[in-house]
């Protein structure tokens, strides 16, 4: 069954630490005796671990091309001789 | 159906690309001497910067930099500790313990996704939900930023955004996780 924006919204305030401190006793309480709930914090919880791993790439991907323009940017020609001479000493 | 507009990157965020090459510039040749010094490679040195750097940007993100410093020694610091975790090396001449107490790595830093094929389909599937729900979870963007970012004509509806986005992501997640026995707990 489909979960409503409500329970999102309460798994949410749980998850991230924002739930007042009765609220997330009575959650936990609730955790223990619904088998249903608990699967659904778990998969909410692999949601947000999924959601890191794309930001995560995207970071990097963005990175890769801040350094692609780094180094092929004719006005770096200096900066990018020094790095490449501390390798090429050996 | 939720729609978003076209993220547009806003001066100021962590991941703005003029901060992040004027950063990239200072602070690469600190990591290429280091590198170069303990016989790596130009290869090693982007591949232990870029991840430093990344660790660096997650960090602010998330408010729970360590820094004390510049952002280039921290940076520099990061990539001692990644270097020696990866090579093993200079570990007599910097214990790693202090190493970890002072840069730490965040715990799934080096953990692959569990399964990689998810993050395609779901790319495939709803991939401007995912640039909403990640400037929230990864970039650690208010409500109002991401507002004034994807175009929303207030928090609430960014909000309620951010929620359908969810419910559309774990929808997929979920019917996906059909193919992956040890997926629901």
Known sequence: MRTSLNELREMEGFLSGTMKPGETLLFRARLLLNPGLRRNVSLLRRCHAVIRWYGRKELKEKIQSVHNRVFTDPSRTTYRSSIEQLFHKR | ?185
């Open chain 2, 1 to 185: 159906m939720v729609t978003c507009a076209e993220p547009k990157t806003l001066p100021g965020t962590r991941t703005d690309v003029r901060d992040l090459e004027a950063l990239y510039v200072s602070a690469f040749p600190g990591v290429a001497r280091f590198v170069s010094r303990r016989g790596g490679t130009f290869q090693d040195a982007k591949d232990i910067f870029q991840d430093a750097l990344l660790v660096h940007y997650e960090k602010s993100a998330a408010g729970t930099h360590e820094i004390t410093g510049t952002p280039e020694a921290y940076i520099m610091g990061v990539a001692r500790h990644l270097w020696i975790r990866r090579f093993n090396r200079d570990r007599q001449l910097v214990p790693l313990d202090e190493l970890e107490a002072q840069f730490t790595i965040p715990a799934d830093f080096d953990t692959p996704p569990e399964h990689p094929e998810l993050l395609g389909f779901l790319e495939r599937a709803g991939k401007k939900c995912l640039e909403l729900l990640s400037s929230f979870y990864y970039e650690g963007l208010g409500m109002k930023a991401i507002s004034e970012r994807f175009g929303y004509r207030n928090e609430h509806t960014a909000t309620v955004a951010k929620f359908k986005c969810m419910e559309k992501v774990r929808d997929v997640i979920k019917q996906r996780s059909a193919h992956y026995e040890d997926f629901i707990e």
